[in-house]
């Protein structure tokens, strides 16, 4: 805030009052947003389960405990790690190249976002017995690595699009200058890409190891009985042991976790933020030699098997009737169905109007908020720390939480609390994308449109979101796939049939024998994929090439 | 949305001035609006309101898993008067666990859903009032496990081990639960961690029920050393492992009801489950509902209790939750007639023992068959 409140008042209809005014807006949302719905909550679970007794003590230094918080800060890493080992080269492909498709395949790698993990489980259990995983010496079911496989495939679309969509905008100068100089291909890149890119990797990093930390069905299911995570144990010690105090302790030595990596990870965009030059231009070129046509199909084909092998199963699997194949499970969805409140359909009608909430709101705030983290200042630092923990934050933890706040006002079982919650959850999204975008933008360009005259709202729109844009629809796609997919937090809150997701639909379809029941649980998981693909599909085309839209 | 740059380079700063007042008021009544919406708890102060909305509105909290047909709840508002609004959240484990952390302010009047394997927490919560419904008098007293009728039997299900019948070792189907531990059986049995499982916790107290405290651990031994696949949950026994779907066991953990399940959800229908039930595994389940302590409708809770104990609701149970009645004079669908399996002589292991051993005894399972 520092540097705004710096800028020199204008002789302007804009008077220091009013100026003072919209500052205040602009901070005091987004901090409302997060006291209200993360921070009362968290504050009043602790508050409520804590016992202080030397119990809690104990349960942290149990070698168990140790144990299980060096599996789940280790898996984090090592699926952070291989997901940007995979995803760069596929999102260097696709900010670099223009070609029939690019849009379909950047659309295909959100969908494993919205997947409910009970459906991504049986997809990769099936990809395994095609490929002849799930037995013998090469026995991938219950292992580290089906987890980590899993993981990557969830989390891919962060690296493409987020950091493939700011690559896009770099400029080429420097590199081009670079490689004028004589600098190698690879030595361009060590030495003047990747610092540039730096920021926004750092910021997407946190995403996938926030999602990775807090993963609950696919470590169980993937990863077998013996693997707990924090998240796992949590839930065991509150719902199993009946043990709120050991389960608080945990959960807030994950928030501390949590929130120091968000700072760290914040630091290292701040600090790496004035490396990168964009020019909003579009960078994209035609495939039009043989070297380039080979490293494309060699990018597609990593993308055709990390991501396309799973769909592909799932989608098998929803064709699969009887012994043979047909849309009988498509076109039984939109009937009633014993087992469910509403049929199937209508939970998908409910998702995408909570999906549409709460990427609405997480882009409302979040444009606001990113104001706010890029200009510095104590409460832009605890702004960007702070919004970040709710992605890593246990779904026991937060539904807990409101169940315990929002009895206050007797709202526990509004239908807002959904949207809310995925609104919190889609924010770390939509801030991961627009911040380093943001930052990459020169302060005295805000300056000086400032001392011409304009409003700081002026400002924004002429300076700041013609660069902006496109990474807030990214922002707002991610929040709309993450409110589609969301479970744990959701299964949680109570609930009647109108806030009934097609997420808890699939969990209660596959919750008895039956082959409708499992057809359909599979063919619903292909709906709400191909739902997500068509949205990031028209948000592509809507954005056009070069045209700033939003 | 779509403004070129030229459009927003005009002078139209009246409008965005407008605009960004409207952005910034929605962005508040989204973030705040929650503690001031519409459906903020009626004004207590005002007995009109009061009255009506206790009079009239009942709230019923279950766990996931319930259902019933359409048109059944409305069937106790025509008679009584008195809307139902049924609410779910979470598992039976996560619905006590969320209604103790709430006591005094409890998120329903009734509950539903609480079984024999959480009763003696709920119990011990001081979650329930006492009411003894008239209807009880059809209900079988074994199935009556708390004297001071907190709570009230609503239904029963058994958690049985099933097997693929086409797909049997030579020696056919197991006759009883020791022979499980054979290897032949063994080699080919799926069944759930007890911490994360509810039919996987009910299946080790068959053990339990069975070997005694001396004799489980072997038996687990036995089945480990015979090759026993363990999964997280139910799903991922019967959908993952389970030759149902697709997986190669022929034996899993799961409900008696389970071949009715396979016949009323098939597709193409068919006219024989393909799969049998090992009787002598059975351990029992009995749902119970309870009027949670704190609501302002005692009497419409009670007319709910007795509702969720009448011919309406209880015949509706069977084929949308797949348990049984626990009204005894309340006839079974004929999917449960012609498919289902009555399981005489069900295992069972008092709430008492089962709350005052459950760390325990999960924590040696694991030791023993994880580690």
Redo the contacts between chains.
Sequence with gaps: MSTSVGVPAPATPWASSRRLAWLTIRAAVPVAFLGVLFVWPLFEVFRRTLDGSDDSLELLGRPSTLRIFRFTVGQALASTLLTFLIGLPIAHGLARYRFFGRSAVRAMVVVPFVLPTLVVAAAFQSLFGVLGLASGRWDLDQSLLAVLMAHVFFNIAVVVRVVGGFWTGLSRRTVEAARVLGASRSRAFREVTLPQLLPVIAGAALVVFLFSVTSFGLILILGGPTRATVETEIYRQAVNRLDFNAAAVLALVQLGVVLVLSAFAGKLQRRFAGASQRDGANHARPVDTRSRRVHLVGVLGLAAVVVGGPLAALIERSLRVGDGYGLANFTGLTDEIRLLPISPMEALGNSLKFALAAALVASLVGMLASRVIVSGGWLGRLLEAAAFVPLGTSAVTLGLGYLLAFAAFDLRRSVWLVPAAHAVIGLPFVLGAVVPVLRSIDETQRHAAAILGASPWRVWWEVDRPVASRAMVTGAGFAVAVSIGEFGATSFLSRGADSFTAPLAIFRLLSQPGDVLRGQSMALSVVIGLVVAVVALLLEFRRGDGVSVL | ???S?NL??ASS?PL??VR?IL??C???A??????S?P???PDASDPETAASSTGTAL?L?TH??F?V??GTLEAFTEESGIEV??????DA??LV??A???KG?P?GDVLFGIDNTFLQ?GLDGDIFAPYESPTLESVPDEFELDAEHRVTPIDVGDVCVNWWTDSLPEEGPPETLADLAKPEYASTFVTQ?P??SSPGFAFLLATIDEFGEDGWEQFWTDLRDGGMT???????A???DFI???G?SALVT?YAS?PV??V?????PVDAAP?GVLTDSCFRQIEFAGILEGTENVDGAQLLIDFLLSDTFQSDIP??M?VEPANADVALPEAFTDHGITIDNPRTLTPEEIEAN??DW?DRWVEIV?R
């Design positions: 949305m779509t403004l740059k927003s380079t700063s965005l001035k960004s952005v910034a929605l962005v508040m989204a973030a705040c609006g929650s503690t919406g459906e903020a708890a709230t909290l996931d898993s259902a047909s359409e609004e049924q609410i779910a959240g979470g484990g996560e666990a969320k103790i952390l709430t302010q998120e927490r961690n911490e994360t363990v999964t997280a949950g139910w799903n991922d019967y959908y993952g149902a779907g697709g190669d799961s389970s399940a396979e009323v959800f098939a597709d193409p799969t084929l949308n797949f459950r760390s999960t994880l």
